[in-house]
């Protein structure tokens, strides 16, 4: 069955920009009828979606994040990585990558999680 | 951005009891060109990512035990956990993906009493 697995540094300091892949293994990502989907969690905190990404390379942000992440895919790897610019303390965060449904539009829920990585901004 | 807030932050139920949590959305998330709810649960237990119970409101994912389910429409949504079971210890969210920003519940944590 298909499996996402995150991978990246885990410690970074402020100002440096944070950059993620998430492996997608057991299917391809070119398939289309899905959205690669970046969600972190704070330290004991509730899930923040950060933004995703479909085939076509049509993507979505949360504004809260104020243009800092850029989402991409590498179909050549079967991956998608998500980089966020100028980080703080406030990004320290488990960040998951997920894959929702959806086509022209995206229209379904979180239906695949990788594990998480933990990243720690910290000088 | 549609606020989701959930109910109560806490509880504690027997296990075989049953377990309701609450979830209410700051604008409706039923979509009338298909007339249907685009709210989502989610279980996330101890050092586990988030796992999707619940979509559409009320349709279970394939493996998930019958004792979940999710009703309500509109802005108003519930998770009943029939009887509860030691696995079933987890934080439970609400998401919905009625438009973006997706947003999420602030969670519910479930315990035995």
């Known amino acids: 069955q298909v499996q996402l697995q995150e991978s990246g540094p885990g410690l970074l300091k402020p100002s440096q920009t944070l950059s993620l892949t998430c492996t997608v293994s057991?299917?391809?990502?070119?398939?289309?009828?899905?959205?690669w989907s970046w969600i972190r969690q704070h330290p004991g905190k509730g899930l923040e979606w950060i933004g995703f990404?479909?085939?076509?390379?049509?993507?979505y942000y949360n504004p809260s994040l104020k243009s800092r992440p850029t989402i991409s895919l590498d179909t050549s790897k079967n991956r998608f990585s998500l980089k966020l610019s100028s980080v703080t303390a406030a990004d320290t965060a488990v960040y998951y990558c997920?894959?929702?449904?959806?086509?022209?539009?995206?229209?379904?829920?979180?239906?695949?999680w990788g594990q998480g990585i933990l990243v720690t901004v910290s000088s | 951005d549609i606020v989701m807030t959930q109910s109560p932050e806490s509880l504690a139920v027997s296990l075989g009891e049953r377990a309701t949590i609450n979830c209410k959305s700051s604008?409706?998330?039923?979509?009338?060109?298909?007339?249907?709810?685009?709210l989502a649960w989610y279980q996330q237990r101890p050092g586990q990512p988030p796992k999707l119970l619940i979509s559409?409101?009320?349709t279970r994912e394939s493996g998930v035990p019958d004792r979940f389910s999710g009703s309500g429409s509109g802005t108003d949504f519930t998770l009943t956990i029939s009887s509860l079971q030691a696995e079933d210890v987890a934080v439970y969210y609400c998401?919905?993906?009625?438009?973006?920003?997706?947003?999420f519940g602030q969670g519910t944590k479930v315990e035995i009493k």
């Open positions: 998401q919905q993906y009625y438009n973006t920003p997706r947003t």
């Open positions: 057991g299917g391809s990502i070119s398939s289309g009828g899905y959205y």
């Open positions: 604008q409706s998330v039923l979509f009338s060109s298909d007339n249907k709810n685009y």
């Open positions: 990404i479909y085939i076509s390379g049509t993507t």
């Open positions: 997920a894959r929702a449904t959806g086509g022209v539009l995206p229209q379904g829920a979180f239906n695949l």
């Open positions: 559409w409101a009320s």
